[in-house]
């Protein structure tokens, strides 16, 4: 599989190592060089590539994604932070007949944690004693807070119960921890996911591009 990587910071580096282990070929890099250029420009140096894995900033993934889209390439977006402009771009993929995987979180882990967030939710949501509350942690360099992970884990929680704000830390080189409470009068109930490195990401990422 011929792989496009738009952004090549520490993500970017990471899904390359793991997808040449793993037989892909990397044919096209995006970096800080290409910034400026217009979607119909990257375009043409996306072409040929089967698909394209997207780790860059929120502001760049509309052009990102319409280069893809011009292109002919399916993308897989791992970037977060870019919500609230979800709609346009789902837009502009069904308009030109593109494709697109968003995932918040690609770690299986992760996943797994939504399915068992959302049945721990329905079950607590029998008993009004208790309260839920989400935290959750990451490094320094992250700039979107609460994170795309947490957001998605209050949607899941909150189809149930009644969820509060999300507790974000900044700190240090965390990988990524997300908690969730049911704290009652008598005793209080934890389920938490610990990321130990930033590869479950990026092989989540590679299995959603094959």
């Known amino acids: 599989m011929q792989i496009a990587l738009i952004g090549y910071g520490t993500m970017g580096k990471l899904i390359k190592r793991l997808a040449v282990e793993k037989g892909h070929e990397i044919g096209v890099i995006i970096d800080d060089s290409d910034a400026n250029l217009f979607p119909g420009e990257l375009a043409e140096k996306l072409k040929g590539s089967d698909v394209a894995i997207d780790f860059t900033v929120a502001m760049a993934v509309r052009r990102n994604v319409e280069?893809?889209?011009?292109a002919?390439?399916?993308?897989?977006?791992?970037?977060?932070?870019?919500?609230?402009?979800?709609?346009?771009?789902?837009?502009?993929?069904?308009?030109?007949?593109?494709?697109?995987?968003?995932?918040?979180n690609f770690s299986i882990g992760v996943n797994l944690f939504y399915k068992i967030a959302g049945f721990a939710a329905e079950l607590f949501s029998k008993f009004s004693d208790y309260e839920v509350f989400i935290e959750e942690q990451h490094h320094s360099r992250k700039k979107d807070a609460?994170?795309?992970?947490?957001?998605?884990?209050?949607?899941?929680?909150s189809r149930h119960v009644e969820v509060g704000e999300i507790a974000a830390t900044r700190a240090g080189n965390i990988p990524g921890t997300h908690r969730i409470g049911f704290d009652g009068s008598a005793d209080q109930i934890l389920i938490e996911h610990?990321?130990?490195?930033?590869?479950?990401?990026?092989?989540?990422?590679?299995?959603a591009a094959e």
């Open 194 to 207: 610990t990321a130990r490195s930033r590869e479950g990401f990026a092989l989540g990422a590679i299995m």
């Open 67 to 70: 280069a893809c889209v011009k």
């Open 72 to 104: 002919r390439v399916p993308v897989v977006v791992g970037t977060t932070g870019w919500n609230d402009q979800r709609p346009e771009i789902v837009q502009v993929v069904n308009d030109g007949d593109g494709t697109l995987v968003f995932g918040a």
């Open 146 to 157: 609460p994170s795309g992970t947490a957001l998605k884990i209050k949607d899941i929680v």
